[in-house]
């Protein structure tokens, strides 16, 4: 669906997924836009990892859980030249697609995926993680509080878990965009907001928590909880890659709401969307990404 919101990707829930959460979701089919979605992020990345290395210096091992397409856990492998890399995730295509980019990218050796379900996979790392980083992946966890209490017991002593969990929905047009009736976008995450609430709700094991991050850590055993939120910022004019993670965003959404969207935004959509059409945001000069993306970190007592 449409909800990119839970990932810097969703917009305010930053998924970049945008909707396909859940069980009905097919990730692997998702691998070239999680790629390049991530890759637009990585500003956002690199400040998140600057900032963690602030507190974690020299991890030995660092694990990616729902590490998509692994183009953060690159990223992770390249800001720590002296640490292990392990990316794991449910989707095995998508771990290929990470496995060949560490390659790629000089990092191949020190990189190492391990394929399936969260979190009880984490039993298969030989060893406990100096830095566990869960990027938008706890939340397609029915029990997200059970997860967290597992992703704590694979850390070793003092190490850290960084959640990229929440922040606010992105903004990619001005308030008023000439066409159809102003506020396009705050419509569209009220029906992001129902659609993810869905998600959640049929995911199995589905447990209903207050999201209260740093809290849930605490009760997962870990203390010095942490919580910074990173800006991504790209103005316009819209570069192509930032073009087009609009455009998929737009069309998840004109997909995946259809139904609940009314006649009026649903006709602005398919303008938004018609690259033959000036008021598109394939060629209109005002498109930008303004998103707003929250780490949550805490640390096992040593
Ligand atoms: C929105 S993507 C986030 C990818 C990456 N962490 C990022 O921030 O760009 C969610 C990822 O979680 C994985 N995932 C979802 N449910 C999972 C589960 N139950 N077990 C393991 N991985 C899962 C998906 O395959 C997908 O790669």
């Not at 990027?135 to 997200?144: I, N, V, W």
């Not at 991504?232 to 965003?249: C, M, Q």
């Not at 033959?276 to 005002?286: E, K």
Request: hydrophobic share 45%; with cysteine.
């Amino acid at each position: 669906m449409a909800h990119d919101h839970h990932d810097p990707h969703h917009t305010g829930h930053g998924d970049g997924h945008g909707h396909g959460h859940g069980a009905d979701v097919d990730w692997n089919a998702m691998g070239p836009r999680l790629e390049s979605q991530a890759e637009l992020f990585s500003p956002v990345y690199a400040r998140a990892m600057a900032w963690l290395a602030r507190e974690v210096t020299e991890p030995g091992l660092i694990v990616d859980a729902g590490s998509g397409p692994g183009v953060v856990s690159c990223l992770f492998a390249e800001a720590f030249p002296g640490a292990r890399v392990v990316a794991v995730d449910s989707a095995a295509p998508l771990l290929e697609r990470a496995r060949a980019r560490a390659v790629r990218r000089g990092v191949g050796d020190r990189f190492a995926t391990v394929a399936g379900e969260l979190p009880e996979a984490l039993d298969k790392l030989d060893y406990p993680a100096d830095l566990l980083w869960a990027s938008r992946s706890l939340h397609h966890l029915g029990d997200q509080r059970a997860a967290l209490a597992a992703f704590a017991a694979r850390l070793a002593p003092g190490g850290t878990l960084a959640l990229l969990e929440g922040g606010l929905p992105a903004r990619f047009l001005p308030r008023d965009i000439g066409i159809g009736r102003p506020g396009l976008q705050a419509r569209l995450d009220v029906l992001e907001e129902d659609w993810f609430a869905r998600m959640r709700a049929d995911l199995p094991g589905y447990v209903a928590e207050t999201e209260d991050w740093a809290a849930l850590l605490t009760a997962a055993g870990l203390g010095r909880t942490r919580t910074r939120t990173f800006l991504l910022d790209l103005p316009a004019p819209a570069t192509d890659r930032a073009r087009a993670y609009v455009a998929a965003y737009l069309s998840r959404v004109r997909e995946g709401l259809r139904d609940a969207l009314d006649a009026g935004d649903r006709a602005t959509l398919d303008r938004l969307l018609d690259p033959s059409d000036p008021a598109s945001v394939h060629v209109r000069p005002d498109v930008f990404v303004l998103g707003a993306y929250t780490l949550h970190t805490a640390v096992r007592p040593a």
